[in-house]
């Protein structure tokens, strides 16, 4: 029905609807988001359910449509709204619980812009900007007829980030404007592939988790299984700019089928001009997903998930991995005929300081 994989809040403003976002984590699926009917009160803040529930039980439901000229919008979806109800022609809407049920039907039929794998989102604290990571593709969802300057590149085994501006800078806004900011590959991709420029300091794939600090630092994660012969799963670290900071590109693309297609693009600065670099490489097998950071900058949380993954079952993965080493040395594999286990590793500076300044 509807592959939640999270959902992440724009900044509260008083007096404002709250503002979730959330991606349908499935090739060829959607974005969307909920405005709440109720504004916030911050007074509610620390009354639990009591209080909270006002807020997400009622609302609408939105979802996006990236078009070509680099602009978006957000279509309704409500019961009686677009064509939602017992006449549709996908099917027969009879309630608002419909609509929500079969939400992927409902974002059919208003025309919404089928993404690569919408995973996390991240909502800047500072500008209030909206970065959404776009997993990966394959040939059969994204053959070089199907694409478009949202998902501009054909099988897109290597995933992409967009992200977008809400008018006005109001994240309940009906329209916004969009840009992709990093598109993931092998540094040894051609330039039409390789469009952000990516070098073997910095190249990833199939990003994944998103987070962007209180500092306005923007940290990225992979879950990826394309460029496993170079690196691990890891986790890299930018400074992200803003919406419209790079330029409209000729994208040229070719699938498994030798068919190609060239799409025009909105496409944000190099991985140069946003400083990104490799920060943390996870062991083998594993997905680096899950971060915080202190309110100091000072401690980093970050999550080491199944390590040892693809691994022999009757080996409980330890031909894969045996992370982590009872030594606690990061570049030790670990000790013989243990068994992988997914773990929470804390990151401090040597000097006490800032994490990533």
């Known amino acids: 029905r509807f592959s939640h994989e999270g959902v992440w809040a724009a900044p509260a403003v008083e007096g404002k609807p709250l503002v979730f976002y959330s991606g349908d984590d499935s090739r060829g699926e959607y974005v969307y988001k909920y405005v709440s009917t109720a504004n916030w009160d911050p007074a509610d803040a620390t009354l639990g359910l009591a209080a909270g529930d006002k807020y997400l039980d009622d609302g609408k439901l939105y979802v996006a449509v990236f078009s070509e000229d680099g602009t978006g919008e957000w279509k309704e979806l409500s019961y009686g709204v677009?064509?939602?109800?017992?006449?549709?022609?996908?099917?027969?809407?009879?309630?608002?619980?419909?609509?929500?049920?079969?939400?992927?039907?409902?974002?059919?039929?208003?025309?919404?812009?089928?993404?690569?794998?919408?995973?996390?989102?991240?909502?800047?604290?500072?500008?209030?900007?909206?970065?959404?990571?776009?997993?990966?593709?394959?040939?059969?969802?994204?053959?070089?007829?199907?694409?478009?300057?949202?998902?501009?590149?054909?099988?897109?085994?290597?995933?992409?980030?967009?992200?977008?501006?809400?008018?006005?800078?109001?994240?309940?806004?009906?329209?916004?404007?969009?840009?992709?900011?990093?598109?993931?590959?092998?540094?040894?991709?051609?330039?039409?592939?390789?469009?952000?420029?990516?070098?073997?300091?910095?190249?990833?794939?199939?990003?994944?988790?998103?987070?962007?600090?209180?500092?306005?630092?923007?940290?990225?994660?992979?879950?990826?299984?394309?460029?496993?012969?170079?690196?691990?799963?890891?986790?890299?670290?930018?400074?992200?700019?803003?919406?419209?900071?790079?330029?409209?590109?000729?994208?040229?693309?070719?699938?498994?089928?030798?068919v190609t297609a060239t799409v025009e693009s909105w496409i944000g600065q190099s991985a140069t001009d946003v400083q990104l670099k490799r920060f943390f490489v996870g062991p083998r097998g594993c997905e680096i997903t899950g971060i915080f950071l202190t309110p100091d900058a000072k401690t980093l949380f970050v999550n080491v998930q199944h390590p040892g993954e693809g691994g022999d079952a009757e080996q409980f993965n330890t031909d894969v991995s045996t992370w982590p080493a009872a030594s606690r040395d990061a570049t030790e594999v670990g000790a013989a005929g243990s068994r992988p286990r997914s773990a929470t590793v804390v990151i401090t500076r040597e000097d006490g300081g800032e994490i990533a300044v």
């Open 82 to 258: 677009n064509g939602l109800d017992e006449n549709n022609p996908l099917y027969p809407f009879r309630n608002q619980g419909d609509v929500m049920v079969a939400a992927r039907l409902a974002a059919d039929h208003v025309g919404a812009t089928k993404m690569d794998r919408p995973e996390w989102a991240a909502v800047h604290p500072i500008n209030r900007e909206v970065y959404l990571t776009l997993t990966n593709g394959n040939q059969s969802n994204r053959p070089a007829d199907e694409t478009d300057p949202a998902n501009p590149r054909a099988v897109n085994s290597n995933g992409h980030i967009i992200r977008w501006k809400e008018a006005s800078d109001d994240n309940t806004a009906a329209t916004f404007e969009w840009d992709i900011f990093l598109f993931g590959s092998a540094a040894d991709r051609d330039t039409d592939y390789n469009l952000s420029g990516l070098t073997v300091d910095n190249q990833f794939s199939s990003p994944d988790g998103l987070y962007i600090d209180h500092r306005g630092v923007i940290w990225i994660q992979t879950d990826d299984g394309a460029l496993t012969d170079v690196t691990n799963n890891q986790m890299l670290v930018a400074i992200p700019g803003s919406v419209r900071d790079g330029e409209r590109k000729t994208v040229m693309t070719t699938d498994n089928d030798g």
